[in-house]
């Protein structure tokens, strides 16, 4: 069974950094794109960074480029996503997504993971 | 970056109801377009993607259609867990972009 479970969303004051985890199991991690995902409260879906299944390309919404940075340990079967001077408009849940090969779509999502920015 | 427009905003309907989705892009996208169902408080579910294609467990009651710019979702006939918000996504080009969602509830 295909499982992405996210962690480490928190409130943060803006300007203030968070790093976000997705830890995944029942496929082999390695030979998958992966995406992170964001929904701000009442909001629609909003993508926000893809990974090459080695890491050597990666791709972010303009909103979030130079702040964010999408990462991947494949021996860990973890996806990251270290976000820096946080703002209120990124508050948001962060979703991981698996996405199939040969294309953008993602298959599989995790339960997200709630990142409150506030002072 | 590619707009992708859905149609309608909402939408009322009943058990047994065959229902239309529209969604728009600004530009052509061949068939690189995606379907999501999301219900409240929960994770996006895939339901559609190469415009067409069925995610492997998602019922035959679900279909789409379209290549270019104009495609539809539709639903046969409403069940009662088809009610959720759905949203089309292309999948052509960076930036990823969605649709703005269409909320589909229970008349």
């Known amino acids: 069974e295909v499982q992405l479970v996210e962690s480490g969303g928190d409130l943060v004051q803006p300007g203030g950094s968070l790093r976000l985890s997705c830890v995944v199991s029942?496929?082999?991690?390695?030979?998958?794109?992966m995406s992170w995902v964001r929904q701000a409260p009442g909001k629609g879906l909003e993508w926000v960074a893809n990974?090459?299944?080695?890491?050597?390309?990666?791709y972010y919404v303009d909103s979030v480029k130079g702040r964010f940075t999408i990462s991947r340990d494949n021996a860990k079967n973890s996806l990251y996503l270290q976000m820096n001077s946080l703002r209120a408009e990124d508050t948001a849940v962060y979703y991981c997504?698996?996405?199939?090969?040969?294309?953008?779509?993602?298959?599989?999502w995790g339960q997200g993971t709630l990142v409150t920015v506030s002072s | 970056d590619i707009q992708m427009t859905q149609s309608p905003s909402s939408l009322s309907a009943s058990v047994g109801d065959r229902v239309t989705i529209t969604c728009r892009a600004s530009?052509?996208?061949?068939?690189?377009l995606a379907w999501y169902q999301q219900k409240p408080e929960k994770a996006p579910k895939s339901l559609i993607y190469?415009?067409?294609t069925l995610q492997s467990g998602v019922p035959s009651r679900f279909s789409g259609s379209g290549s270019g710019t104009d495609f539809t979702l539709t639903i046969s006939s409403l069940q009662p867990e088809d009610f959720a918000t759905y949203y089309c996504?292309?999948?052509?080009?960076?930036?990823?972009?969605f649709g703005q969602g269409t909320r589909l509830e229970i008349k």
């Open positions: 997504a698996k996405l199939i090969v040969g294309s953008n779509y993602a298959d599989y």
């Open positions: 029942g496929f082999t991690f390695s030979r998958y794109w």
């Open positions: 990974i090459k299944q080695d890491g050597g390309e990666k």
């Open positions: 530009q052509g996208i061949s068939s690189w």
């Open positions: 190469a415009a067409s």
């Open positions: 996504q292309q999948y052509n080009s960076y930036p990823i972009t």
